[in-house]
């Protein structure tokens, strides 16, 4: 009689659970808090263009059909580096101090070699360098077996209600000055801005 009485409650339990995976992604947000938790037992890095690295494995949740890393895969582990960059270096509470906030603008990944299952890689991120309006970074996937850069991406993180300056000034770092950006980066941005320059004069609205 006693084990009946939790048969609604255990199939009530089953429910839920299989709702909640099935309407969000439980894994995001478990990782979200791991890679949390992680950065705030490490070592802070005074240095904002530091390199910082993070660790991963190719899991069978990561792959697709043709059995390697699946491409969105990438931006999700960047996501990941990115938040335990910005945890370790200060970005991340300076700006949530002064109630901002890092979105992604623009990102373009290069493939140069698959990452397989169970191999195992580590993440490099670095400030390539700041604007009026955002930071420039790049973040490498580097294969532990050999030390090949299988990933390369470049990332732009607009500061909204702020800007790159006031970050850093809230970080004591407001004497260190943007490095030059180089010949790829200035393309880069010089094709990001063109793009959205069209884009603009597509719908009718005034070039920025």
């Not at 240095?47 to 697709?64: K, T």
């Not at 004497?175 to 004069?201: G, H, T, V």
Request: aromatic share 14%; with cysteine; hydrophobic share 45%.
């Amino acid at each position: 009689m006693t084990i009946n009485l939790y048969v609604p409650q255990m199939f009530f339990l089953l429910l839920l659970f299989v709702l909640l995976f099935s309407s969000l992604d439980v894994w995001y947000f478990l990782r979200c808090a791991q890679v949390f938790v992680w950065s705030c037992f490490q070592p802070r890095v005074k240095n904002i263009l530091s390199e910082q690295r993070m660790d991963g494995q190719v899991l069978l949740h990561d792959l697709d059909y043709m059995g390697h890393m699946n491409n969105s895969r990438y931006l999700r582990e960047c996501d990941f580096a990115r938040f335990h960059h910005s945890m370790r270096n200060g970005l991340f509470m300076a700006s949530f101090g002064l109630g901002a906030k890092m979105v992604v603008g623009a990102s373009t990944v290069w493939y140069r070699r698959s990452l397989g299952f169970r191999e195992v890689f580590e993440i490099r991120t670095r400030v390539l360098g700041w604007d009026q309006k955002s930071f420039y970074l790049e973040q490498r996937f580097v294969s532990k077996k050999d030390n090949f850069v299988s990933a390369v991406m470049l990332c732009r993180l607009n500061v909204v209600h702020c800007s790159p300056e006031d970050i850093l000034q809230a970080m004591g770092q407001e004497k260190i000055n943007s490095p030059e950006f180089s010949e790829d980066l200035k393309y880069w941005i010089s094709f990001i801005s063109a793009n959205s320059q069209s884009l603009r004069a597509e719908s009718g609205l005034k070039e920025e």
